[in-house]
């Protein structure tokens, strides 16, 4: 015999619980007369078949046909209304939710000013309200078949992210220039999401970023590059470290053959600084003007590289890392065909995203 609940309710509900299914699984077995107990910030929707029966507010309702219209084609009324009939009830907090945390499961691979190419993680909170109970339940629950608050936030999450990735594609900004946009940034994510979470029925109140940064390895690059340039004159800095290395030798002697052969070192000590200040030196303005280099490297690279390419060929051909062209690949910026567990791409559709 099923067993007929008589009282619905949810009393446990917390404040940071977004859903409270009765029963917990499975179907309830409900009748007309049946009591339902909402309490202040919660609604509680009736649902079955794909369908939401009917809505109720705050207070103590009975079950009748006349606040559920849709049960008149579903219990038989022959038996004076005693005949159960089977449903969801869930339970909607409609308070609000103001801590909600959001991150970068994986890093987004962004075209960059500075950089050439970055790869970041971001982070950071927003604020949200159920405001369409109903709408809600229809498209997270009947839709996605999610009802653990765990869920729902991560499927918010994948949303927020979404959005984030398309604004950075657009804003063109470099690294170093995003922490002075924040403010920007967040109304400008919050009005992109807005769309997306009104039609789950939900009111984002609020949305903050708190960190883009960089990967270790990109920040590795940077502290290389930083580093670099703050040593300035590499051949003076080099001239410098090998005298003061001699100097440092010549009193550790005494007499005239180690004097000489201290003054010997010296001098090759400091032409073999000049020679290598010299090669570290073009090795600098090589990597600091990359305009100027490019059109030679591009003619050597287009002549050897073939027109259909792997993804370490690729990422060769372009001189970045396999996971940046992976990433290029999944977030849509470079066309690739997936041939088993291969991706081929080919030397046009990685000259179109060099001159986009």
């Known amino acids: 015999m099923a067993r007929i609940i008589d009282v619905v309710q949810a009393p446990d509900q917390g404040q940071d619980q977004m859903v409270s299914r009765v029963p917990e699984a499975g179907a309830g077995d409900f009748r007309l007369g049946s009591q339902v107990v909402v309490r202040e910030s919660q ?36 038996t004076s209304g005693q005949t159960p009939f089977t449903a969801e009830v869930y339970f909607v907090n409609m308070r609000d939710f103001i801590d909600m945390k959001w991150g970068t499961p994986e890093p987004i691979s962004v075209r960059d000013k500075d950089l050439g190419l970055a790869r970041l993680r971001a982070n950071g909170r927003y604020s949200m309200a159920i405001t369409e109970p109903q709408m809600f339940v229809t498209k997270i629950v009947g839709t996605q078949g999610l009802y653990r608050t765990s869920d729902i936030a991560d499927y ?27 403010d920007e940034m967040n109304a400008a994510t919050r009005v992109k999401v807005a769309e997306d979470f009104a039609a789950l029925g939900i009111t984002i109140k609020a949305m ?14 940077i502290d290389e590059r930083s580093s670099m340039g703050a040593i300035g004159d590499m051949q003076k800095y080099l001239q410098f470290q090998a005298a003061r290395a001699m100097g440092d030798a010549a ?51 287009a002549a050897a590289a073939p027109e259909v390419m792997n993804i370490n060929e690729a990422a060769a051909y372009l001189k970045v890392s396999p996971q940046d062209i992976q990433g290029l690949i999944t977030s849509g910026q470079v066309k690739a065909k997936q041939i088993g567990a291969e991706y081929r791409i080919s030397k046009k559709a990685l000259d179109d995203f060099l001159a986009s």
């Open 43 to 78: 609604t509680a929707v009736f649902y079955r078949d794909g369908k939401a029966l009917d809505t109720f507010g705050p207070g103590r309702h009975t079950i009748t046909t006349a606040n559920i219209p849709l049960l008149i084609n579903l219990v038989q009324l022959g």
């Open 156 to 182: 918010l999450r994948g949303i927020i992210v979404s959005r984030l990735t398309d604004l950075l594609g657009e804003s063109k900004a470099g690294l170093f220039d995003l922490p002075g946009l924040f």
């Open 208 to 221: 903050f970023i708190q960190s883009i940064s960089p990967t270790e390895e990109t920040a590795k690059a």
């Open 251 to 301: 009193k550790s002697g005494g007499d005239a053959g180690s004097a000489m052969s201290t003054g010997v070192g010296l001098g090759a000590g400091v032409g073999l600084g000049a020679g290598m200040a010299g090669m570290v030196s073009q090795a600098m303005q090589g990597a600091m003007q990359p305009q100027q280099a490019a059109p030679t490297q591009a003619a050597g690279a």
